[in-house]
């Protein structure tokens, strides 16, 4: 839908598109395989997964830039403020699940089993989600006026987590968490006291997190045989790869549990170099405006993004890169020599 009003508005208001040539990478290196693999090894061209990666990756790109160029920060901080209430949501619902003041059997198609999924198909997704929101929601405690709101928002999305009972979730938001917390102490009016709120935060970490884990997927055993089951179908993956090192075996052939193997086993060398290189793409803007109220946020929610998928294939995910491309669009405004513009 925004697709289609981001178009109409162009035309009729005669706006300007803000596209740049990292947006086309991922797209464009698909689209490359994906005719390789169909022309070549007479495999089926999978137009389902670059309508994913048109819609996931290159058009939420072009809408956030564009969006700002029209309506400024204030526009897409509100995109932002509406990601982050989203996955809170979803934080919300696995709570409401938890209590059994709702259940989604029958309307929604989920994994079954203790772990809770939300809105999310399982629960590995509500867990990359809220592992994503870590960040981008500690950045809206520290810098917008409703401390109650985002903080009750931050708590859902950590409750969230917690009931998805990923180990991801634990390896990857917990880092997050308080990397985001030292940066916003430091940069508070409050920064003379941070060191020894640190201290002190640290401490209680020292006590509270081995009984955080010691309950958890990650206490010995308790994950065997996901484990087992992860090594086998890895396994598989890397073989499948080495088969088809430059341009894979085809996205109808992605496998592995972890996105560098999915994507390496689905397009190769030459997939995966579209693929991160539209990933890191934000982070030189990120990193040059480091002082930026949002930049280091946006650089811990990369390093989010890229670790989670060392334990799960979560690269097309509809959530994932907002808060990233938002905190790079917020970092600097569009200048004439360094995009593409286009007047549709």
């Known amino acids: 839908m925004t697709v289609v009003l981001l178009a109409v508005t162009a035309f009729f208001q005669r706006r300007p ?36 990666i048109f819609l996931t990756m290159f058009v939420v790109a072009v809408i956030v830039f564009s969006f700002q160029s029209w309506f400024g920060d204030s526009y897409i901080r509100s995109l932002l403020k509406m990601w982050v209430a989203g996955i809170a949501f979803n934080g919300l619902a696995a709570l409401a699940v938890s209590l059994g003041v709702v259940s989604f059997a029958g309307i929604l198609t989920q994994a079954t089993g203790e772990r809770l999924s939300g809105l999310a198909s399982h629960p590995n997704s509500l867990a990359f989600s809220v592992s994503l929101a870590i960040a981008p929601c500690l950045f809206l405690v520290a810098k ?5 709101l985002w903080v009750s928002c931050l708590v859902l999305i950590l ?8 180990r991801a979730a634990l390896l990857v938001g917990l880092p997050a968490l308080g990397l985001a917390t030292v940066i ?10 941070a060191w020894p709120v640190l201290i002190i935060g640290a401490v209680g970490a020292w006590f509270l997190v081995p009984l955080v884990l010691a309950d958890s997927r990650l206490a010995g055993g308790a994950g065997a ?23 894979g075996a085809g996205f109808e ?92």
Request: hydrophobic share 50%; proline share 6%.
């Open 17 to 52: 598109l803000r596209i740049r040539s990292w947006m086309f990478v991922p797209l464009g290196a698909a689209a490359g395989v994906s005719a390789w693999n169909t022309i070549v090894k007479d495999a089926p061209f999978d137009a389902v997964m670059l309508v994913r």
């Open 144 to 148: 917008e006026r409703s401390k109650i």
């Open 159 to 166: 409750w969230g987590g917690l009931l998805s009972e990923s």
């Open 184 to 193: 916003s102490i430091a940069r508070s009016r409050f920064s003379s006291v």
């Open 225 to 247: 045989l996901s484990d087992a089951g992860r090594s086998a179908l890895n396994e598989s993956a890397l073989n499948l790869f080495l088969r088809n090192p430059l341009t």
């Open 253 to 344: 052939s992605q496998a592995g549990v972890s996105v560098p193997l999915t994507v390496l086993t689905a397009g190769g060398i030459l997939f995966a170099v579209g693929y991160y290189g539209f990933v890191f793409s934000p982070v030189p803007t990120l990193w040059r405006h480091w002082r930026s109220t949002i930049a280091p946020y946006g650089l811990i929610t990369v390093a989010v993004l890229v670790s989670f998928g060392f334990f799960n294939p979560v690269f097309m995910e509809r959530a994932t890169y907002w808060p990233i491309l938002i905190a790079a669009a917020l970092c600097v405004e569009p200048r004439s020599g360094d995009a593409r513009t286009t007047s549709v």
